[in-house]
């Protein structure tokens, strides 16, 4: 067993704990769509979902360097995996970290709304292929997954603006000392 304060000390990038989660999502993913098959014979179906759904995870690793790119990602590998009549719960949770990383984690109010517009999207793409245009659903999905992006963007807000303040504060500091 390793010393608990070996563990302490260890302190990864914030990337290799992005690839990690990205890796983890995809292996997770696959294990769903291949689930328990044992006759590896007849598993040509499952490589589009396979394939889909690598897209629309592998992108969380670089969910905070390029947050807009990963969220269109994502959702995009959400779209077409539906598109083939795929499913995966593990890629309902890679939107919900790629729509709060695209909300915390972007450069600009902009960038972030930009985000927010791509779910827009792909909820009504969604919604359009749906066998049930009338269903309610899509309408609580986008205020759920909006609602993420919101958290993740007044995070960023909050702390650009603590940031904003810390400066300032600093720069009072230093004119009464210079005063003084």
């Given amino acids: 067993m390793v010393p608990l ?14 690839a990690l989660i990205a890796v983890f999502f995809a292996i997770v993913g696959m294990i769903e769509i291949f689930g ?31 947050p807009l790119i990963s969220v269109i990602a994502v959702l995009g590998g959400f779209l077409a995996l539906q ?11 890679a939107m919900m970290l790629a729509l709060f990383s695209v909300g915390a984690h972007s450069r600009s109010t902009r960038e972030s709304l930009a985000g927010l517009a ?20 899509v309408f609580f999905a986008f205020g759920f997954f909006g609602g993420l992006w919101l958290v993740g963007d007044t995070l ?16 009072l500091e230093r004119e009464r000392k210079q005063e003084s």
Avoid at 5 to 18: A, C, F, K, M, Q
């Fill in 36 to 66: 328990s098959r044992l006759d590896l014979a007849g598993i040509q179906g499952p490589w589009p979902l396979t394939a889909f759904l690598m897209a629309g995870t592998l992108p969380l690793a670089l969910r905070r360097v390029v």
């Fill in 5 to 18: 304060s070996v563990l302490r000390g260890l302190r990864l990038h914030p990337l290799v704990i992005d």
């Fill in 83 to 93: 598109s083939v009549g795929g499913w995966s719960s593990v890629q309902y949770l």
């Fill in 118 to 137: 791509a779910l827009l999207v792909a909820v009504v793409l969604s919604w359009l292929r749906s066998e049930n245009p009338g269903d309610p659903y």
């Fill in 156 to 171: 960023r807000r909050r702390t650009a603006r603590m940031a904003e303040l810390q400066a300032r504060a600093s720069g």
